[in-house]
């Protein structure tokens, strides 16, 4: 069984390498411009700009902190909104008026809050929340200290809203359904081994690790 277990993890890496690959090379298309990025943030501010906002679908968690996130997952993210990967109404309205320029442009300017490097180590996990991310693989995917993902593309995790984490792996195991789930056949798989218990403790100690994303807030919500 643990054979089995290992070979079907060595496939996942070998997919994720892959589309990372393929990715980042579509990511990397468009330059983005930190100024021009900063007028189209207009569209973002009103929930990633403000400290704590809340989004209530689907079900209440913050908004994620973007700032300091990598451009390239910023663009792919925004990518995925647009295509229907990701199924959130707001969100995939907003990536459907965008360009690929445009979504360049927004991850240079978030990708510039970055500051300070997130420690090399982080803390160490209780053996069983050590267990979980083990069974997900999580470092070898975002980094040993959960802020050096293995590919651009890949999200920076450490120090992210703990409710935010859940409610996007919850996602992940949504099937069939026209306004909610993401469609990633690694993260699907993934996050189908874990129940939603599982995805609390792995969320918690996840976002009480010290990272590199912030909520910058603008100038109309200090």
């Known amino acids: 069984m643990k054979h ?3 070979t079907s993890l060595r496939a996942v890496f070998a997919s994720a390498t892959l589309l990372a690959t393929a990715t980042s090379a579509h990511a990397q298309g468009a330059k983005g411009d930190v100024q021009a ?3 189209k943030a207009e569209m973002c501010i009103g929930c990633h700009g403000i400290a704590g906002y809340q989004n209530s679908f689907p079900e209440i968690h913050k908004v994620p902190k973007i700032s300091g996130q990598s ?3 910023i663009l792919a993210s925004l990518n995925a909104y647009k295509k229907g990967e990701r199924k959130h109404p707001s969100m995939r309205g907003i990536a459907g008026s965008l360009s690929d320029q ?3 442009d927004l991850g240079a300017f978030y990708e510039s ?3 300070v490097a997130a420690p090399e180590t982080i803390k160490a996990p209780s053996a069983a929340v050590a267990a979980l991310l083990d069974k997900g693989a999580c470092l070898s995917c975002h980094g040993a200290n959960l802020s050096k993902p293995i590919d651009p593309t890949y999200p920076k995790i450490g120090g992210q809203h703990a409710d935010y984490l859940f409610v996007a792996l919850k996602a992940y195991t949504v099937e069939g359904n026209a306004v909610v ?3 990633n056949g690694i993260m699907g798989g993934i996050a189908k081994q874990f129940t939603p218990a599982e ?3 792995l969320a918690k100690y996840i976002a009480s690790v010290p990272g590199e994303l912030k909520t910058v807030p603008q100038s109309r919500f200090r």
């Open 71 to 73: 451009g390239a997952y």
């Open 181 to 183: 789930g993401r469609s």
């Open 199 to 201: 995805m609390r403790q």
């Open 113 to 115: 809050h970055a500051s």
């Open 4 to 6: 089995l277990l290992l």
């Open 102 to 104: 445009d979504m360049a």
């Open 37 to 39: 990025g900063q007028k």
